[in-house]
């Protein structure tokens, strides 16, 4: 069974995801990003190699990234510890002071028991799965085992919070004075740099969802819960709500109503910002197959074209990198602006949305409004083989569905990656025609897929 999944090592901390794992997987990965020219060259010249570590706030962290520090050091690398931090900020911290790579421990949104291990390649870039799969390798084979003056040091990383808030800072094509805003946290890696962030480029700040004690991370809060977020915002009558999961690579909002604003819509207001302002690379925006088909109309209405990747923000910046594109981004979230960022920023992202309110003295519900939200309904088919979707009665019924919604829905089969389901998609105009259509749809592949 591969160990790495499509973000990263993730699992059980002391369950699957050991500090043996973690030791482990730091000395392996040493080995291997430990070659190419530029590691080379600064061995032949006498130097160590470096990298940054960081982590979220839950308890396992502690345990998982000393785990990782002693394996870096063991091999010979020189460690930056940042500490709690975004995942982004360790992404960013990796380009910004020339480290060779570096290690994220944080499972994202998910719950505290949970840890994860994300690598990061120099400039702070996620890896390709060809490098993942010889790190694993590595895992198996020979060790780095200096000695004497040789190992690595471990040392803090003092002003890493300060480095990456004043890089978001210096991002801003406008400053948020007169907004009020509230933050919620996560119980995260943004507790601190979100707020500070926030308050320094201006802003009213009320923030929920800052107090981390290890266990409560994405415990209520933060973007997968936005219930709290909405009623505060209310509360308090705020210009607008922003939400961070467990490490801030996501950004979901709400407007002064506690209406949820996506992935999907933020994507739309900054792209039509950023094109009216000429930063759009090429007018065009990466999403991925499972945006709303109203971002797709939004865009086409605005002159700009949209690019589709499959689910995954990995997918998503594979493309943008590719392309040279400036945004790109998911429902859930994870949008990642290329201008400043090498991976989702849930920060970044929120700045630079209240920042378009704050320019175009504009609420948020107002700019949100250039999309409509087509009503979608997602039906999970499970027991049925996932590999059969190109099944003839199957297709034939997707196009049929296809052939009524016409221009204003659309169809998507989805087969699950890693268990025996498929998911099926419908957006139609009404949500009634939405609901009808999927659970037809899903009928036809329950009975004809079936195992």
Do not use: W
């Not at 050991?18 to 040493?30: C, E, M, N, S, V």
């Not at 948020?176 to 740099?193: E, K, P, T, Y």
């Not at 709290?228 to 509360?235: D, G, I, N, P, T």
């Not at 909002?253 to 506690?258: L, S």
Request: glycine share 10%; aromatic share 2%; proline share 3%.
């Amino acid at each position: 069974m591969a160990l790495f999944g499509t973000d990263g090592v993730r699992g059980l901390a002391n369950g699957p995801l050991t500090a043996d794992i973690a030791l482990t997987l730091a000395q392996a990965t040493a080995v291997v990003l430990g070659q190419g020219r530029i590691a080379e060259a600064r061995k032949a010249a006498g130097k160590r190699l470096t990298a940054v570590v960081a982590r979220d706030p839950r308890i396992s962290g502690h345990f998982l990234s000393a785990a990782v520090e002693a394996g870096l050091a063991s091999s010979g690398v020189d460690v930056l510890d940042a500490g709690t931090l975004p995942t982004p900020a360790a992404a960013f911290l990796i380009a910004d002071i020339d480290a060779d790579f570096g290690v994220m421990i944080s499972a994202s949104h998910n719950p505290a028991p949970d840890n994860g291990i994300k690598i990061f390649a120099r400039g702070g870039v996620k890896l390709p799965d060809v490098v993942e799969q010889r790190i694993e390798e590595a895992m198996a084979g020979e060790k780095l085992r200096p000695t004497g003056a040789d190992v690595g040091r471990v040392s803090r990383f003092s002003d890493a919070e300060d480095r990456y808030v004043m890089h978001l800072l210096a991002s801003l094509p406008h400053r948020l004075d007169g907004i009020h805003v509230v933050l919620d946290c996560a119980h995260g890696a943004a507790s601190g740099a979100s707020p500070e962030a926030f308050s320094n480029a201006g802003a009213k700040v009320t923030v929920i969802g800052a107090d981390p004690d290890g266990i409560n991370i994405n415990d209520g809060v933060g973007s997968t819960h936005l219930d709290k977020l909405a009623a505060e915002v209310v509360r308090v009558g705020a210009d607008v709500g922003i939400a961070h999961d467990g490490d801030a690579d996501r950004c979901l909002a709400v407007d002064a109503d506690g209406n949820v604003i996506d992935g999907d819509q933020i994507m739309a207001i900054l792209a039509v910002a950023m094109k009216d302002r000429g930063r759009l690379a090429d007018d065009t925006l990466v999403a991925t197959v499972m945006s709303n088909l109203g971002l797709h109309v939004a865009m086409r209405e605005h002159g700009i074209t949209v690019r589709q990747t499959a689910v995954g923000d990995r997918y998503v910046l594979e493309d943008m990198n590719a392309g040279g594109y400036s945004l790109g981004g998911e429902q859930s979230g994870h949008v990642i602006m290329s201008d400043f960022a090498t991976t989702g920023d849930g920060v970044l992202t929120g700045l630079h949305l209240v920042a378009e309110m704050a320019r175009q003295k504009k609420t948020l519900a107002e700019l949100a409004s250039i999309m409509t939200v087509y009503p979608q309904k997602l039906v999970n088919v499970k027991d049925v083989d996932r590999t059969k979707t190109d099944d003839e009665h199957v297709q034939k019924a997707v196009k049929a569905v296809e052939a009524e919604l016409g221009d204003s829905g659309r169809v998507l089969l989805r087969p699950s990656g890693t268990e025996q389901l498929v998911r099926v998609m419908v957006e139609a105009a009404d949500e009634e025609s939405a609901h009808e259509y999927a659970h037809q749809l899903a009928e036809v592949v329950r009975e004809r897929l079936a195992l």
